[in-house]
């Protein structure tokens, strides 16, 4: 079968790769038919390291997928040939303490299928337990299905931020967990949502995607304007979707006191400056975020129900051979991309 590998830092190449095998007990084969490209894949593409991970070239990256299911094992009975799935790409234990007490997302043994403990998705076939398939309707799109993954991911986000109606919300960073991210705040019930970036293309389509205010932080302090907008007080709910010194500096001074922060963006460097007497004089409660929990049928049902118009942020769509160009495009902020979407 074929296969997207990075192969060095911004460099992509399609290469043939055993098939997988066939499906044992309680596991099934799906032919992958799209996936996202997400920020942590782009940052192995970039750096050759995310989160302090550093890449195995060759390696396939890529973990926001949707398929369908061409081999079905023994003692799999909740799905069959044809379904279509989303895969949830880590695979938990499920016996460890942190497991058994609703928190998969820290699993001691979790295996995730990013090209490090498991190939990532960027290939046309995979074999993966049958408990990280999540059928989807016949109907629902494979960018919609491709969505499933991040939308999660937010969901998950605004459990530890713990938002409530009527707050205000302020988002650092207008990229593809920034832009839904204002999608989602809204959703939850946010009465004011900022979200401030640098790219005019993306700050109008977090406007589409529901911000009340777009800041460009080239012109503008987001700070500034998140406390005009709320009389001085600070927002209630920070996210903090960059993960740079900038943000995190602009995400503290958002903040009212009391407020909370939750990091997503994944910072480059492992000591990344912080802006802490800002924090202890507004009593901040910090949380740094690891991927979902548990929170994929969640995010399904957002999706079927029609809440979030995932072509809004899958914006460009490229092939299998052309995977590298969407990761070049990703990476240099070019022809207006918010998100790229690989079909297979």
Known sequence: MQALQLVAPREMELHTVPDPPEPGPGEVSVRIRA??????DMHFYLEGCS???PARFPMVVGHEPAGEVVAVGPGVESLAVGDKVAVEPAVTCGRCEYCKAGKRNLCVRVQFMIGIQLPGLLLEYATIPATNALKIPQTMSWAEAAMIEPVA?????LELAELKPGETVAIMGAGPIGILGCAMAKLAGASVVVCGDMLPHRLERAREMGADLAVDVSKQPIWEAVKDLTRNQGADVVIDAAGKPASF???????????????????????????FWQALHAEATIKVQKRSNGNDHEALEVIKAGKLDAEKIMSHRFSLADGGKAFATMGAYSDGVIKPLIEI
């Not at 500096?249 to 400056?273: H, K, M």
């Open 35 to 40: 996936c996202g490209v997400c920020g942590s």
């Open 51 to 53: 989160a302090g991970t």
């Open 153 to 157: 991911i937010l969901l998950h986000a």
């Open 249 to 275: 500096n602009a995400a503290v001074r958002s903040l009212r006191p009391g407020g909370r922060i939750v990091v997503i963006g994944i910072p480059s460097e492992a000591d990344t400056p912080f802006p």
